[in-house]
């Protein structure tokens, strides 16, 4: 009685894995397939060098390049907001900062992962546009900038909060043995903590980066879904996964080209994050194989 | 000549009195022993001299700490020149995972002196005097973590010789250590005493016995016996001295 008990609590248990495990093969699949059927009408190479975007037009292009520049324009734009602020805060709250104050701070922070991203779309493009657009004249209503920036602020807790946990996880004694030496806080925590927690703090950029190439509201809303060639941030752009957003809400044809191109724009998406969660965690391996 | 001297010193944790009272002059150029069980303060009393307690939360202290005549926890002390003259060597080996010249040089870096050719001569002779220079004369650009245990600790002397202090501190410098290892900072500590006024905290009483000029001993907060290590290891004039370094105790 009790043996078939375990038995089926087990086989329960490894069912649930089994459904996440299957779930991510479905979607592989389908993106697998989708796209392969893309590519019998599309080459891989126009798809790779083509400049244009224009598969819902009558002159049709399939190049993605346009829709890859927007996201790595969006993306870095919030990386560069993200980072100096992020790493700022966790030295602040590992290195400066008195324990209370980090135990109130750190969870407060924290709810800015929390908020829905449609929230910061609009903030994107009700708030922070028309204040960039006091600052930069004839700055229009869409453009990279702006929804770069809340983006950036919306993976500060991010870099923030993994960071900080890198910086905390330091022995107690590496920090004394600089004190000990005469350092004062500002180069301990610059020169011997940042570099020892180095790799803790570049896999929080790269899964903050991997976020925000993924992250599709705030661009959909703001940035203006326009598929243009530019590294100008303040133009407006499309990235691969606002077009996803565009084609899926639109009228377009279950099972004709237009209809496939957002499996190929998705597969493009899922090969980069992909490789940067790989990144991510073989950085984090050697980083652990460093310490023990 | 005195070096350190410690006037009616208390100290707290919170509401925790960890040191109580404690009266003591340490002469130039010897070794100083501090004795006692777990938890008896010598630890504490050891980090007042160069101040490491300053960031503890809920440390508090009363007395004076004087080091050269001059009263370290003065308000216009400037901690890091003080740390820079009162070196400490920490009970687990703590390089700084750098190369080993990186790890010698620090001290020196972080006072602004970059000539490479100061550095260089710096970290031979500080490496000479730490009797590490043979073994890695060779491989100064290798990482300080690959070092055995025993290398490690002896690269944070010569890392804390570097900076040219008056003082070392040294927090259980062996006890982390295998015998071979230990019996090399022990023969350290002796040379090094021709230079330096050197204070050590163990757990190891033949350690103090054999390297030591002056030991106290510590007991819960207190000072109870502090003589010349010959004679408090012979005659200990406290019956809890006596007890505790016949084993009785602690």
New interface residues.
């Given amino acids: 009685m009790r043996k078939t008990k375990e038995k089926i609590i087990e086989a329960l248990l490894s069912f649930s894995g089994l459904i996440t495990i299957l779930t991510t093969i479905g979607i592989i699949w389908v993106l697998a397939s989708e796209s392969f059927s893309f590519f019998r009408e599309v080459s891989l190479i126009d798809f790779l060098t083509d400049t244009e975007w224009t598969p819902l037009f009558t002159q049709k292009h399939y190049g993605i390049l346009p829709l890859l520049s927007g996201t790595f324009l969006v993306t870095m734009i919030a990386v560069m907001v993200a980072m100096p602020i992020g790493l700022s805060i966790a030295i602040y709250l590992s290195d400066y900062a ?2 209370k104050f980090r135990d109130t701070v750190k969870p407060m922070l924290e709810v800015l992962a929390a908020v829905p991203t449609v929230v910061y779309g609009f903030f994107a493009l009700t708030v922070v546009t028309p204040f960039l657009q006091n600052i930069i004249p004839g700055l229009g209503s869409f453009n990279a900038l702006s929804a770069g920036i809340v983006m950036g602020i919306m993976i500060i807790p991010m870099v923030s909060s993994l960071s900080e946990d890198a910086l905390r996880a330091l ?1 107690k ?2 920090r ?9 806080r500002f ?1 301990t925590a610059f ?2 903590a940042v ?2 927690a180095s790799s803790g703090i570049v896999v929080s950029i790269i899964l903050a980066f991997a976020r925000a190439i993924g992250e599709t509201m705030i661009v959909a809303i703001a940035a203006g879904q326009q598929p243009i060639l530019t590294m100008d941030p303040r133009d407006a752009v499309e990235t691969i996964t606002a077009y996803i957003v565009q084609v899926s809400l639109g009228d377009v044809q279950h099972g004709s080209l237009e209809y496939k191109t957002i499996f190929a724009a998705g597969i493009t998406l899922f090969v980069f994050t992909f490789i940067l969660n790989n990144i991510s965690f073989w950085v984090k391996k050697r980083y652990q194989e ?1 310490y023990e | 000549m005195k070096k350190l001297l410690a006037n009616k010193v208390d100290a707290y944790y919170g509401d925790n009195h960890v040191l109580k009272d404690i009266n003591l002059e340490i002469k130039e150029n010897s070794v100083t022993a501090f004795i006692g069980p777990s938890g008896c303060g010598k630890s504490t009393f050891l980090r007042m001299f ?1 101040r ?1 307690n300053d ?1 503890i ?1 809920g440390f508090r202290k009363e007395g004076q700490i004087i080091i050269d005549g001059k009263e370290i926890y003065k308000k216009k002390v400037k901690v ?5 003259n009162v ?2 060597v ?1 009970q ?1 080996p ?5 190369s080993i010249y990186e790890n010698v040089v ?2 020196l ?3 602004g002196i970059k000539d490479k050719k100061v550095l260089a001569e710096v970290v031979e002779k500080s490496l000479i005097q730490a009797a590490l220079w043979e073994e890695v004369k060779d491989s100064l650009n290798k990482s300080a ?1 690959s070092l055995s245990g025993g290398q490690q600790q002896r690269l ?1 002397i010569a ?2 010789l570097a ?1 040219e202090p008056s003082v070392i501190l040294m927090d259980e410098p062996a006890s982390a250590l295998d015998p071979i290892s230990t019996s090399k900072i022990e023969e350290l500590i002796d040379s090094l005493k021709e230079n330096y006024t050197i204070v050590i905290v163990t757990h190891n009483m033949q350690q103090a016995a054999r390297i030591s000029d002056k030991t106290a001993f510590f007991y819960m907060g207190e000072l109870i016996e502090y003589d010349n290590t010959k004679d408090l290891f012979t005659h200990p004039k406290n019956e809890r001295t006596e007890n505790y370094i016949t084993g009785r105790f602690g």
């Fill in positions: 008195h324990r022995p004694s590496l004394e043995a600089s004190f000990g030496m005469g350092a004062t180069q020169k011997v570099p020892a460093k | 160069n490491m960031y939360d890091e020149e003080l740390r820079q070196g400490m920490f687990k703590n390089p700084f995972p750098k620090y001290g870096k972080i006072q973590l944070c890392r804390t900076v």
